[in-house]
């Protein structure tokens, strides 16, 4: 199954991240649990995920009903700094974002104008649409393309 479908899937089971977030019982207990009702794949996700949102508290708004990796959280720019460099560019100037990630760039430069959005990864740009859905921001073009070939 394909990160992407992966992704999917998890989208249309809040009640596995419910069962996570609920939990009280060890994390090897969860997944021992999680995986006689769902996939292994699909419970790896989720508890990927929910120590992402975890990880993400306190830094990101909504942190618990985003769509996170650790890498991508990692690599993200604070909204602080996406807002200062969103400021730098002309308003009602399409704006490239050529390495989209989970968002934050892209939800800073929404704001001023419109924005493409690219990443090679199409399950990265999902999270990034359900992000900045999250956000309440407009939904850019998203474009699953090597930046290199922009």
């Not at 899937?9 to 649990?33: G, H, R, V």
Request: proline share 3%.
């Amino acid at each position: 199954m394909s990160e992407l479908e992966v992704l999917h899937q998890l989208q249309a089971a809040p009640e596995l991240l419910q069962a996570i977030n609920d939990s009280a019982s060890s994390e090897l207990s969860t997944q021992q649990k999680l995986r006689r009702l769902y996939n292994t794949q699909l419970v790896q996700a989720a508890l990927s995920l929910h120590e992402a949102r975890i990880r993400a508290r306190g830094v990101l708004q909504n942190a618990s009903d985003l769509w996170l990796t650790a890498t991508g959280l990692e690599q993200a720019t604070h909204p602080c700094v996406a807002a200062h460099k969103a400021a730098r560019f002309p308003e009602n100037v399409r704006v490239l974002d050529l390495c989209g990630g989970i968002g934050c760039d892209a939800a800073a430069l929404s704001g001023r104008g419109p924005v493409t959005v690219f990443d090679t990864n199409e399950a990265m740009l999902q999270r990034c649409e359900w992000n900045l859905q999250q956000w309440g921001c407009d939904v850019p073009e998203l474009q699953a393309n090597d930046a290199l070939q922009v």
